[in-house]
């Protein structure tokens, strides 16, 4: 499509990510016990006006951001950077080393030769090389699957991604990749209005990276569960967490089995302490564990499907990992680790900032 250079000037003059963060908020924050994470934070959960990227126990350096990010990574050349891209719609990726809180590469959709949006994830090829983002057309909705290098963050191209709404991406162990399709439409001009729910069409794609083959694309009974997230475990299983738009009651977390997706066990207890929004879901020690946001619950299953648990975390969103432990934040600042053989929370503490969906691990510098 055309380039249209106003809106390009217009993108241009907005705040890029630099490198100061903002000195009230730097000097506020104390260091709880555990362990950092890499993630993406506000300075106020209901009104938010600075966003930042970067270690949560060094945010002095943080790298700031002029909207909010989403998607946080280690960059796998593990170099000590990392690549953040924004919440839907949004518009730019940005890597950086993180201990420095420099800006290294970034791209922004005005850049590109398509009128695109980013939707919030994005994952890597095998060899590091390529980057692979969920993104959306402006103008008809239609998903794609975004390839960027991994470096420079260039543009290379992009593959169908067989749906409107692309959320998440997942590389499983095989290679491909696999894409959530929320199948929720949603454009530029009404924001983050749903104008589809009649219609919607979610499931999961898995597609050959290198081709964009569109290898199986899986559904579950019910049109009403849009598909968001994905997780693979060390036995192969798949988990998507999923959101409820408007039908009956359901299960927040679905697996896949043979050629469609089938909901994990939940009995009506456990659907009504779930709510119907998952925010996150993880693999984890032989389970999956789905954070329940607008319940405040993070829930787990084993990967066979059967319900463990629940445990309150009020405002809960993120979900990663330390060893064979569970790590979980909320936008209210919390932190909490929890033992998914138990389950239970093993500690809980909380900074003084809105964290946001998605975190991941320190990583050591090779």
């Not at 162990?173 to 979610?202: F, H, Q, S, Y």
């Not at 939940?266 to 954070?291: E, K, N, P, Q, W």
């Not at 060893?323 to 809980?348: E, F, K, M, N, Y």
């Amino acid at each position: 499509m055309a380039i249209d250079h106003t809106r390009r000037r217009l993108l241009a003059a907005l705040p890029a990510g630099v490198v100061l963060a903002h000195p009230r908020l730097a000097a506020a924050v104390p260091a709880p016990a555990h362990a950092a994470l890499l993630t993406c934070w506000a300075d106020h959960p209901t009104r938010p006006r600075h966003f930042f990227a970067g270690l949560s126990q060094a945010m002095s350096t943080a790298l700031a951001l002029p909207a909010r990010g989403h998607d946080v990574f280690w960059h796998p050349a593990n170099d000590g950077s990392a690549i953040v891209v924004a919440r839907r719609p949004g518009r730019f990726l940005v890597r950086w080393d993180v201990a420095s809180g420099k800006t290294l590469a970034r791209f922004d959709t005005g850049d590109a030769l398509d009128d695109i949006r980013l939707e919030g994830h994005f994952a890597f090829s095998a060899d590091g090389r390529r980057l692979y983002a969920t993104e959306s057309d402006l103008i008809t909705g239609r998903g794609h699957v975004g390839v960027y290098d991994t470096d420079s963050l260039a543009r290379l191209g992009r593959h169908d991604a067989a749906g409107i709404g692309p959320h998440a991406i997942k590389r499983l162990a095989e290679g491909t990749l696999a894409v959530a399709i929320g199948g929720v439409l949603t454009l530029p001009e009404t924001g983050r209005v749903k104008r589809n729910l009649d219609r919607m069409d979610p499931s999961l794609v898995i597609l050959d990276p290198a081709s964009g083959q569109i290898l199986r694309q899986l559904r579950l009974p019910d049109p009403w569960m849009s598909v968001r997230h994905a997780a693979q475990a060390a036995d192969g299983a798949i988990g998507v967490a999923l959101q409820n738009e408007g039908g009956p009651d359901r299960p927040l977390l679905a697996r896949v089995q043979g050629e469609a997706l089938v909901y994990a066990e939940a009995d009506a207890a456990t659907r009504a302490r779930c709510g119907g929004y998952a925010g996150d879901v993880m693999a984890i020690d032989g389970h999956f564990a789905l954070s329940a946001s607008t319940a405040g619950v993070t829930a787990l299953w084993t990967t066979g499907g059967r319900h463990v648990g629940t445990l309150d975390t009020p405002r809960v969103c993120a979900l990663t990992r330390a060893g064979r432990q569970l790590v979980a934040t909320g936008d209210g600042g919390d932190v909490w680790t929890i033992d998914p053989q138990g389950p239970r929370i093993v500690s809980h503490s909380r900074y003084p900032v809105a964290l946001d969906n998605h975190a991941a691990r320190p990583l050591a510098v090779g």
